[in-house]
């Protein structure tokens, strides 16, 4: 950086020092200004708001007024239906409704309720009824003319009337409310005319009310007024103006006096605020008037606290600025050592830039090259870059998009952000290569509009994320697409198939899963590295057995998928496994020895809309799948075409045959434990696991419904391995809780055991939470034993070398011959909750099980009876000599948490 750089950017220049000056006195004008703009807003908020306190006052005033003065008038109109509801009032009838009213305790201010009755004769009131303090029938003195008027208008007009203040009989000034009493005649209720009114027209009821104490209800006790209040009669509503003017009461106070009387304050003081209520009352007009003199807002304390603020906050800001001055002189010397510290950095940027293996150019407005690193011209292989427009080193076709580029750039000038763009370049003898250009302005250092382009060969990185591409795409032994390519190709062919079936131009799909049988012997007895040799010669035989039309995949292991899309294509692909299956028969030579490989092939297809209609990758796959396993069922080097009559599935069921798929990456499976006793002690002994799905919609699914489903799809080999492993998981925390072995047992199914990896399963997993293999007990059914003797005896003992138990689930209900009972090593047999439903009342179930149970002993198997659900079952089989019972009357099957806690608490007590 130059010393013109630095006095560009403001440090150590008088002329500079002395503008940083001028603007702190600016702010600090600023701030003063500001405080007297907020001082005054303050008391203009102040002001405000005692205008709308004055507003609700008087409006609280003119409403407590006018609610005490209907209450008084629905007191004399009570009273006036009293008597328009019954012919002869008497007094002890009126003084009931005067109790029945609580006047006394709800309206203290109604000195008295009378009836005076008019003697339109001698123009006077005769005063009837009075309460309270009623001393009989008392004549008053002539009436005068305006009152007898008054009267008279509300007899005529069945109007209450109120009289102007006057001085009550009590001896204090008060009101009278009236309104006209009209004798009862016929039932008629209130006389519709003004000629019946003057016939039947009684007297008035008056309710006296003591003027003060009404005030007073209006008047906020116990405080001083804050406003000068005024009640005032102004005369009756149809007297007009000019009326004489009777105050009623008249109080309060005004502004704060202690500054009244200075006439220098005037100024500052707000507007004095005046409020006038006019009410009418009984065909009269009262006034309520509020008045406060002018008040000084601006010196309120609220206000005075933000001008105080104020002056303090521009005080600090004075201060602040003050020291801010004093460290930019003295960054002036410290900017004149950064400008030598500068340029001794920039030599040494220089010397970086042309080190560095990427290429590094400047250009201008015009795309020309400014400068360029030698890393740059070895990338273009040229001599010099300088001077070069940068379009004639990029490829015509992309020439476009670079001037896209440099147009933007131009445009958002200095502020542009960084661009990168991806070109093809050409290198002097016009070959192409890829590259990355990324553009970003120079900065105010270049005067001109300068840019910097940053430029990487992509020829490497491109051939690297190829490789990549191809690795993640394909099978790293045989270079066959895997089996995430392969379900894409497989949902782009449905895709397709399923928008030409919609112009009547579908062609059919097929598809083929081959399964290697007894493939994992080759790898447990040569190695892996002749297991991989043969799926070397495998893959090959299969591409050669195929034509350019058909997909092959390596799903994973020993299995291979084959996709055809193509008319009678499910006719062909069964030729195609036809010949696949002659072609695996043949001997195969690997490093010596000779190798024969067989496989097992499921077919399906898609062949009309109906199928396409209720089918995905997914269901086609799963019907591949159960097709291979029929032909490895039936016997291996055998192919089983999916047919639609296979298995019908409704759609509610292919929907759960594929939330099946996700159960276990949802962890909607579970395992459920149904413990074991000793049928002589009632100690528990083991428990068995079975498997429970809680699905994420339907609750749970009866495994009834879903494990049929996994065996047919092949699911069940899967999730059989992960029941494998949770069982020993969970039965290594029994023995820390119990402190003494307790066992478990875990169902096999028969594509388990076709599966040749099941011992490696088990290893694995009694390896893995470190459980003793005598404590995991493998349960396999009478079918799936006599399936193929031969291989499952083969697999017995090997399960038997782990030192892991088997037992034979359901016995008695399969072939029970006695020859494989005696031939494969088996330590258990289950009896079946079949035998034990009748026993042991019915004596012919009786006999059956004392002889299984003796068969036992004599082949010194042990015994276990499941479907225990009565005592006298258990004291049967007791009694018998059977070693273990389950059932429902022991213990029901229950989660694994739940199965902990009764452990703990209940059986190992028990």
């Not at 303090?312 to 930019?328: D, K, N």
């Amino acid at each position: 950086m130059t010393d013109r750089t630095a006095r560009q950017d403001g440090y150590g220049v008088p002329g500079d020092a002395r503008i940083s000056r001028w603007l702190g006195r600016g702010l600090i004008a600023l701030g003063c200004v500001v405080t007297l703009m907020a001082w005054g807003m303050v008391a203009g908020r102040l002001a405000q708001d005692a205008q709308a306190r004055f507003t609700a006052f008087g409006e609280a005033r003119e409403l407590l007024f006018d609610r005490h003065v209907k209450r008084l008038v629905d007191v004399a109109l009570s009273f006036q239906g009293l008597f328009l509801s019954s012919e002869d009032v008497s007094q002890a009838e009126f003084k009931t409704h005067y109790d029945i009213l609580q006047v006394r305790e709800n309206l203290p201010e109604v000195v008295s309720v009378h009836l005076d009755v008019w003697d339109a004769g001698s123009r006077r009131l005769l005063t009837r009824y009075r309460q309270p303090g009623d001393s009989g029938p008392q004549a008053d003195p002539a009436v005068d003319a305006d009152r007898a008027r008054w009267i008279e208008l509300a007899r005529d007009n069945n109007v209450c009337t109120l009289t102007p203040p006057y001085r009550l009989p009590e001896g204090f000034e008060g009101i009278d409310i009236g309104v006209p009493v009209y004798r009862q005649t016929g039932g008629q209720g209130e006389p519709g005319s003004v000629a019946l009114r003057r016939q039947w027209f009684l007297g008035q009821v008056n309710v006296s009310v003591d003027l003060g104490r009404l005030i007073a209800n209006v008047m906020p006790e116990g405080v001083t007024l804050p406003y000068q209040v005024k009640f005032s009669d102004i005369g009756t509503t149809e007297g007009g103006s000019g009326q004489p003017e009777i105050i009623l009461f008249e109080g309060g106070g005004g502004a704060d006096g202690r500054l009244v009387a200075r006439p220098w304050l005037d100024p500052l003081r707000g507007p004095a605020l005046e409020r006038r209520y006019v009410i009418e009352v009984g065909q009269r007009l009262w006034m309520l008037s509020l008045h406060q003199d002018p008040d000084l807002y601006l010196l309120r304390p609220e206000a005075l606290l933000v001008l105080l603020s104020g002056a303090l906050g521009t005080l600090v800001l004075a201060m602040t600025l003050r020291q801010m001055q004093r460290r930019v002189d003295r960054s002036a010397e410290v900017v004149r050592a950064m400008d030598q510290q500068a340029e001794s950095d920039s030599a040494r940027l220089r010397g970086v830039i042309d080190q560095s293996t990427e290429g590094i150019i400047t250009f201008d407005a015009d795309s020309r090259v400014l400068a360029a690193n030698p890393a740059a011209h070895g990338m273009f292989q040229r001599r010099s870059l300088c001077g070069q427009p940068l379009l004639d080193l990029i490829d015509p076709a992309d020439r476009t998009v670079l001037l896209d580029c440099l147009r933007g750039l131009v445009h958002a000038g200095s502020h542009a952000e960084d661009v990168r763009i991806e070109l093809r370049a050409l290198r002097a003898d016009g070959s192409g290569f890829p590259v990355s250009l990324t553009c970003r302005p120079l900065g105010p250092a270049a005067p001109r509009g300068e840019w910097l382009g940053l430029l990487r060969d992509q020829s490497v990185s491109l051939r690297a994320a190829a490789a990549m591409r191809k690795l993640a795409q394909h099978d790293g032994l045989t270079g066959l697409i895997n089996r995430e390519v392969f379900q894409k190709r497989l949902a782009q062919a449905l895709t397709e198939l399923r928008a030409s079936a919609a112009t009547g131009t579908s062609v059919p799909l097929a598809m083929m899963i081959i399964d290697l049988d007894r493939f994992k012997k080759i790898n447990e007895t040569l190695g892996h590295l002749v297991g991989d040799r043969v799926l070397l010669e495998i893959a090959a035989r299969l591409r050669g057995a195929l034509d350019d039309k058909a997909v092959l995949a390596r799903l994973g292991g020993d299995e291979f998928a084959v996709l055809l899309v193509e008319p009678e294509a499910l006719r062909h692909i069964e030729e195609h496994a036809r010949g696949i299956l002659r072609l695996l028969s043949e001997p195969l030579e690997i490093d010596g020895h000779r190798l024969r490989v067989s496989g097992s092939i499921g077919i399906t297809g898609v062949e009309g809309e109906e199928d396409l209609a209720s089918v995905d990758g997914i269901t086609l796959m799963s019907q591949a799948d159960s097709a291979m396993y029929v032909a490895k069922n039936a016997g291996r080097s055998q192919l089983h075409v999916h047919r639609r009559e296979d298995r019908q599935h409704s759609p509610a069921q292919l929907q759960l045959e594929v939330d099946l798929h996700r159960a276990l990456e949802r962890r909607e499976l579970e395992l459920y434990f149904q413990p074991q006793f000793d049928c002589r002690t009632r100690v528990l002994v083991g428990a068995e696991a079975l498997l429970r799905w809680n699905h994420h919609s339907q609750g749970m699914v009866s495994p009834a419904e879903f494990i049929p489903m996994a065996e047919e799809s092949g699911l069940i080999v899967p999730i059989g391995r992960w029941v494998l492993d949770e069982a020993c998981r969970h039965a290594l925390t029994w023995q820390a809780v119990a402190g003494r072995p307790l066992s478990v047992a875990v169902n096999l199914a028969s594509r388990q055991m076709v599966d040749d990896d099941i011992v490696s399963a088990v290893r694995e997993s009694l390896a893995r939470h470190a459980l003793p293999a005598a404590l995991l007990e493998l349960e396999i059914t009478e079918s799936s034993a006599v399936t193929d003797t031969v291989q499952a005896r083969g697999l017995l003992d090997r399960l038997a070398d782990l030192g892991v138990g088997v037992s034979i689930d359901d016995f008695g209900v399969g072939y029970s011959s006695l020859s494989y009972l005696r031939d494969l090593p088996v330590q258990r047999f289950k009896i079946d909750r079949s035998f034990l439903v009748n026993v042991p009342h019915d004596a012919g179930s009786s006999r059956l099980v004392t002889a299984m149970i003796a068969l036992a002993r004599s082949l010194e198997v042990g015994l276990v009876a499941e479907g225990v659900e009565t005592q006298a079952q258990l004291d049967f089989l007791a009694q018998q000599q059977c070693d273990v019972a389950q059932g429902f009357l022991l213990g029901r099957p229950v989660p694994a948490p739940e199965f902990m806690r009764r452990l703990r608490d209940e059986w190992l007590i028990g």
